[in-house]
């Protein structure tokens, strides 16, 4: 069982029932690869996703929501592979997570990282949990980097639960952000 004693657990039932959704993603070996991936100040994306699914997960029950694809879409929202900031535990994985470093030719603003990696994102859970997808799971993914979405062909979120994973993703990236400036340059 992992550690999840980072988690601020203020009801017992509804941390047994988030972790039976995510159970099957958590036991996923691509999934613990995102533990060498880094995010934001020390912490792992693995950590991030786990943290920001909680959550969404919380917010899906106050809101009348749907847990499950709060909880799914909250801990598959940044299942990128292509790391956007060098660490040398990415050495430990294969070369498809380097790929930003060796290859960093990008022109375009919504090439870079922060309005490609919800695209990647859902590219990769469509790949290795094709049969959780669905429309509002891949809403929620694509469009998580509200408002940059608007600049991107995906625009708006449509859904509740897409409002959710947003907030759950802005409440702990900038709790933990201190690279801004690094943000876009990948
Ligand atoms: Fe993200
Ligand atoms: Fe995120």
């Known amino acids: 069982m992992e550690d999840l004693s980072f988690l601020t657990i203020k009801n017992k039932r509804n941390f047994t029932n988030w972790l039976k959704i995510i159970k099957p993603f958590l036991e ?10 880094f995010h934001h100040e020390n912490q792992s994306l693995w950590h991030h996703c786990v943290k920001v699914s909680f959550m969404a997960y919380e917010l899906a029950l106050k809101y009348h929501a749907d847990e499950k694809t709060c909880t799914i879409a909250g801990l598959l929202h940044d299942f990128y592979e292509k790391a956007w900031y060098y660490t040398p535990d990415l050495e430990k994985l294969q070369k498809r997570f380097k790929e930003n470093f060796i290859n960093p030719k990008k022109t375009k603003l919504t090439q870079k990282h922060a309005f490609s990696h919800p695209y ?41 639960e897409s409002w959710i994973v947003i907030l759950a993703d802005k409440i702990d990236s900038f709790t933990n952000l201190q690279h801004q400036k690094n943000f876009l340059n990948i």
């Open 28 to 37: 996923s070996k691509e999934f613990q690869r995102r533990k060498l991936l």
């Open 120 to 160: 990647e994102a859902y590219k990769k859970a469509s790949q290795y949990f094709p049969t959780y997808m669905n429309e509002k799971i891949k809403d929620a993914i694509e469009k998580h980097m509200f408002p940059l979405s608007l600049l991107t062909k995906e625009k708006w979120p449509h859904y509740k």
